[in-house]
DNA sequence: GTATTTTAGTTCACTGATGAAATATGAACT
DNA sequence: AGTTCATATTTCATCAGTGAACTAAAATAC
């Protein structure tokens, strides 16, 4: 595996060679966006390595802990779709392997018809519950030597990308 | 396509909700990785939208960039291999369809006949100089209302949290 | 100085994720 | 009743990435 240490301080000298061709790039922001993508590259493989033993992939993990997290663990397609940012017929998918192994259900919604509804079985919430503790240090160590304000500060900083990114996408107001 | 923000609300939610269930959870840690997640992953689909118009996708983009940022323009598929995070089978593919486009050219090693030479081309840097300004106004939206303080703390914190990941992916030191 | 091991790259076959289009069903609207 | 819209699934094609086997050349061992 490459080390991240390597990669960065390589794209530190690239972007300070290609900002001396281009003088118009924005140099801090373009390493940030780098930095962002490495780092969420790295963390979406460490998290897919945490998976692997349990059988899942991220979008799976995912779903599971939406209707996990859910008052009443029910959920449907769409929605899952939505907040898993997943397409269609990529959902229809993982919930036809979630039900292949008795983690969720799948049945008719009765006000619409149309509807299905996907529900978190007893087996899927025993799963979960067992699954997650040991994932727990690891994450406490990806934060080592953070401080409170660290946290706070990463937290704030990453909604408001966010927030910035949404408009992106967005060009137009409604 | 669906927003951010109705995914991390849906997210501190779901986090709450599951934090009561298992409060053993470090929840802070939780929500920032799911943060990162979600905002690195808006942000790559965000780069692959730029890039689609010019044919070219994230690993393809960012070998090219390599080569563009190298003093002499050059390296090695192994090389690259390591920086842009890709199996030696995939570089193999990239490189064939760069080469292709004229973009860059494979040769044999003076030195070690094992090695290949991989080199940007004159138009591969015309290229680059061409499609990479375009981008800038929106890199620039990204990180609008950051302070410079928060551009400097957030690269700073990115920095940390690569260097614990680094960490955690080798657990044994040599 | 030959034999073995290691390194660098490529080829081939495969998996996994993704998207577009067609289909089936039911709801909402006119 | 008929049209339009919404929800979900199926099918099909594609693309990116991976692992195993292979080739060639260098490094090391003996």
Do not use: W
């Amino acid at each position: 595996m490459a080390s991240l240490k390597n990669c960065i301080t390589m794209m530190d000298e690239g972007i300070g060679r290609v900002s001396q061709i281009i003088p118009e790039m924005p140099a801090p922001e373009a390493r940030l966006c780098r930095l962002m993508l490495m780092v969420g590259g790295s963390l979406e493989a460490e998290l897919e390595f945490k998976l692997k033993p349990h059988k899942l992939n991220h979008s799976e993990f995912l779903t599971l802990m939406i209707l996990y997290s859910r008052p009443d663990g029910s959920s449907t397609p769409g929605e899952l779709c939505e907040y898993a940012t997943q397409g269609a017929t990529n959902m229809t998918r993982i919930a036809n392997t979630l039900v292949k192994r008795g983690l969720i259900t799948r049945g008719a919604s009765a006000e619409d018809r149309r509807r299905v509804s996907i529900r978190i079985t007893a087996a899927g919430k025993r799963f979960v519950r067992k699954m997650l503790p040991p994932m727990f240090p690891r994450v406490g160590l990806m934060f080592a030597g953070f401080s409170d304000t660290d946290k706070r500060n990463l937290d704030r900083l990453l909604r408001r990308l966010a927030q910035n990114l949404d408009q992106l996408s967005e060009p137009t107001h409604p």
